[in-house]
Nanobody, 125 residues
Framework: QVHVVESGGGLVQAGGSQRLSCVVSGGPWSGYAMGWFRQAPGKEREFVAAVSWSGGSTYYLDSVKGRFTLSKDNAKNTVHLQMNSLKPEDTAVYYC??????????????????WGQGTQVTVSS
């Protein structure tokens, strides 16, 4: 059984930084493409960032480009989302997602096979 576990959420002031981590474990596959999505209160879940199966390509939501950086440790099936210059509009529950195959369209939820429970990120103004 595959487990996707996020960590690192919490409360931060606007302009501050926070680092989210996600670990995938328990599956028979050698690696995963991984992504982060977020859902703010009253809004639909949206794509934030993703990294390819190999780790060689990353993708970002336009509004987080230059502020968020996604890195991947293939050996540990772990990704880290470094979030800098946080804004109140970044407040949301952040979900990690994993696909055991390559992902053709990283910003689509249906591309991912496994999801974490989410971690709350709250940015105060």
């Amino acid at each position: 059984q595959v487990h996707v576990v996020e960590s690192g959420g919490g409360l931060v002031q606007a302009g501050g930084s926070q680092r989210l981590s996600c670990v995938v474990s328990g599956g028979p596959w050698s690696g995963y493409a991984m992504g982060w999505f977020r859902q703010a209160p009253g809004k639909e879940r949206e794509f934030v960032a993703a990294v390819s199966w190999s780790g060689g390509s990353t993708y970002y939501l336009d509004s987080v480009k230059g502020r968020f950086t996604l890195s991947k440790d293939n050996a540990k099936n772990t990704v880290h989302l470094q979030m800098n210059s946080l804004k109140p509009e970044d407040t949301a529950v952040y979900y990690c997602a994993a696909s055991y195959t390559t992902v053709a369209t990283p910003d689509l939820e249906k591309e991912y096979d496994y999801w974490g429970q989410g971690t709350q990120v709250t940015v105060s103004s």
